[in-house]
Each structure stands twice: as structure tokens, then as C-alpha cells.
């Protein structure tokens, strides 16, 4: 029985001087697939980000860029009878000031998309100039019907 005991103490001190090639390779296989998941995470943050950039530059692309320039002009209703009021909306891009022309009851200044209300007794037609900090101008006309 002593044989016999050593011979089974010796395959179980076999097994054990073995065994930690075992739990190497479990280690490194652990190891290997939290680096994947870390590594897929970090994929799918970096084309999130790209994503939001490129969306950002198309928001500011939208309104304008670094473009000196009226964005729109009009006026809702594009009609109306005397008496009444119409809005008068407007927005620029990139602009240092803005007039309106005849004046509105209410003031304007550069903005994206801005509104004054307006109630002129006969058609008329306005003119919205805009200039920037360089003092180039652009101008837009619209005319508003009363009825």
C-alpha cells in the first residue's frame, strides 16, 4: 500500500505541477476576451463620436457655416387684409447688424430665425439688408399683400 501511495501522491504531484499551465491558458483566454469586449466598446464609442461630429457640422453647415449670408425671409400670411398683422421672419447668418426696411414697430438684430410682427395699411414691399463685421451687405425683398 505504500508503493501504492506514493504512486498516486506522485500523479497527484504530477497533475498539480501541470496544472498551472492549465490556469494560464484559462487566464489568458479570460484575458483575451475582456481585451476584445474592451476593444469593441472602445469601436463603437469612437464611430459614436464621429457620428455627433459629423452631425454638429451639418447643424452648423444648416445655419450657415462660416458663411456671410440670409438664411430666409418671409412673411406668414403672405397675404392679409387691412387691419390685420402679419410675421414678418427673417434669419441670417454670420451677420454684424441688420435693418429693416420700413421699420417694424418692434427692432431687429441678427439672428438665425427671428419674427416681427407687421400691419401695413397697403401692399408693401420690405427690405431686409444685412452686414457683416467685414461691411459687405446682402439685401432681400419680399411684398406683403393686403387685401
Known amino acids: 500500500m505504500d508503493n501504492e501511495s506514493r504512486e498516486s501522491k506522485s500523479g497527484l504531484s504530477t497533475i498539480f505541477k501541470f496544472s498551472w499551465i492549465f490556469v494560464v491558458i484559462a487566464a489568458l483566454i479570460v484575458a483575451g476576451i475582456f481585451y476584445s469586449r474592451w476593444q469593441e466598446n472602445r469601436d463603437i464609442e469612437e464611430?459614436?463620436?464621429?457620428?455627433?461630429?459629423a452631425k454638429a457640422q451639418q447643424l452648423v453647415e444648416d445655419f450657415g457655416?462660416?458663411?456671410?449670408?440670409?438664411?430666409?425671409?418671409?412673411?406668414?400670411?403672405?397675404?392679409?387684409?387691412r387691419g390685420d398683422e402679419a410675421a414678418l421672419c427673417y434669419g441670417v447668418s454670420n451677420a454684424k447688424s441688420v435693418s429693416l426696411e420700413p421699420k417694424a414697430a418692434e427692432g431687429v438684430w441678427p439672428s438665425l430665425n427671428r419674427c416681427v410682427e407687421v400691419s401695413p395699411k397697403k401692399t408693401t414691399t420690405f427690405t431686409l439688408t444685412a452686414a457683416d463685421a467685414a461691411g459687405h451687405k446682402k439685401t432681400a425683398t419680399l411684398t406683403l399683400t393686403v387685401q
Not at 47 to 53: G, I, V
Not at 65 to 80: E, M, R, V
Open 65 to 81: 457655416g462660416n458663411d456671410f449670408k440670409i438664411l430666409n425671409f418671409y412673411a406668414a400670411p403672405g397675404a392679409i387684409r
Open 47 to 53: 464611430k459614436a463620436a464621429a457620428a455627433k461630429r
